[in-house]
Each structure stands twice: as structure tokens, then as C-alpha cells.
């Protein structure tokens, strides 16, 4: 018997059923996954999340597996070199996002203890089960609040996308097996 997902879902790649089924949606609080999450949701903006599926080992090579200690110290030779990477989205404007969200994303973690502790504290640390949006007053609200901190590329619809992503808004359908 087949299970029964979420129809974004049906009929897609097995990477995509992968995502689907491991980790979308799931509660994550390692601040190294909640990084790398926040800079694939905002590489895909304007792009379908499974170019991003399948450019993500190379992202993270990339990207030094994600270590915002290294990001953070990126110079314009390394954004020049990410540039040339034909294997990763070849934006500056999201690289550069990336380097100064990992500043921003540190300066969080030094205020905070974690980043895991900040975004889990807007909907104090519960899970939220929404309807099937693009954006929320949720994310509309830790847009801002990142954006005020120094943030690029957090729009509330990429936040919307980021907090599912990350566990925090479960927007499984209600006949998915995950519901």
C-alpha cells in the first residue's frame, strides 16, 4: 500500500519524496542545520525548492558545510569564486546574504545562547499546525525582526518557507500519512 502524502508532493522525484518525508516539517534546533536551512530557503527564492534538492551537497561544499565562522569571514576572492561555481545558484546577491546573515545569524547566538532558542521563542518552542499558506503573520513578524537585526534576503514568504523547513510550522495536509 502506497502511503498517502501531501499532493505537492505526488508523483515527484524520489529526492523530493525524501525531503518530504525526513525532514520537512520536522523540529529542528541544531543551529548548524537551522543555518544551512536559512541559506537554502533563501537561494530559492524565485526558484522551485528541488534545484535546490539537488544542488544542496553542492551548496554545501560550497559553502564550507555551512560554518558561519567561515562564511561570516568570506572576502570578495571567495564571493568571486562562488560566482564561477556552475554546481551552486550563481547569485551575488544571495551570497552576499549569506556572508552577512552569518554575522548577523552569530551576533544572535552571542545575544541568545543559540539561534535555535531565538526563532523557537516566537512561538514559544511549540509547533505550530497551520493551513497551507505562502506567508503568516508568524513570518511576517520574524521577517521584520530579522531584517531589523541586518538580515537579507528574509522576506516573510521565504521566513514561511524557512519555518516549515524547520519544524516550527507543520503544514503536512490532512491525509498525509505525517499528519
Known sequence: MTKKRCTWVEGKEEIYINYHDEEWGVAK???DILYEMLVLES????LSWITILKKREAFREAFDNFDINK???YDEKKVNELLQNEK???HRGKIEAAINNAKVFRQIQEECGSFSDYIWSFTEGKTIKAEYLTKSE???RIAKELK???MKFVGSTIIYS????IGIIDNHEEDCFLY
Open 71 to 73: 562564511i561570516r569571514d
Open 43 to 46: 537561494f530559492q527564492a524565485g
Open 29 to 31: 534546533y541544531d543551529d
Open 138 to 140: 508568524l513570518s511576517d
Open 162 to 165: 524557512y519555518l516549515e523547513s
Open 88 to 90: 551552486i545558484i550563481r
Open 148 to 150: 531589523k537585526k541586518g
